[in-house]
């Protein structure tokens, strides 16, 4: 009984004593995909690629059609015809992939450029939020639960929304 009273009254001392800890949270994925900065670059990152984009499904187009003519004339062409034909159709298929594959590394860094240029603006923000409102604790990523009462993803985009 001794060692229960004992314990009351430490958690009595001990809360009586603590200061009030000021703690948010921030969603980066919803700060990030709300951040008009973010959806402009990354329209201005689509609509870039989207003429490269019509070229090569135009591409892709040219190459099906070159494919199902072959397929439907392999027995009208003789064996050299057939191959060198084949050949056109491979070399294209292998151009296509080529290029889809690059441009698709070009969109993929282009986006990684913008990521980071955001995360550091977020960053600043989230520190000069975090001085300016006395926050002791600033969280980010994942968490289980996360009462509005912490969530501060609205704040952080204001703040930079108008830096």
């Known amino acids: 009984m001794r060692v229960l009273t004992l314990f009351a009254l430490a958690t009595l001392v001990f809360s009586a004593s603590a200061e009030s800890f000021k703690i948010g949270y921030i969603d ?24 490269k984009k019509q070229e090569l499904l135009n591409l892709f187009h040219h190459i099906e059609l070159a494919r199902a003519k072959l397929n439907e004339n392999d027995k009208l062409l003789n064996n050299d015809t057939f191959d060198m034909e084949l050949a056109r159709v491979l070399k294209l298929e292998s151009s296509f992939k080529k290029e889809t594959a690059y441009w698709q590394e070009m969109i993929n860094q282009k986006k990684i450029d ?10 600043e923000a989230i520190k000069k939020f975090a001085v300016n409102e006395s926050y002791d604790l600033i969280l980010y990523e994942n968490a289980a ?4 009462k912490i969530n501060i993803n609205n704040k952080i985009i204001s703040l930079i929304e108008e830096m």
Not at 33 to 51: G, H, P, R, V, W
């Open 145 to 148: 639960y996360v009462s509005k």
């Open 28 to 51: 980066t994925e919803i700060v990030v995909s709300s951040l008009t900065q973010y959806q402009l670059e990354s329209a201005s990152i689509n609509q870039e690629f989207e003429l």
């Open 114 to 123: 913008l990521l980071q240029r955001l995360e550091i603006v977020i960053n």
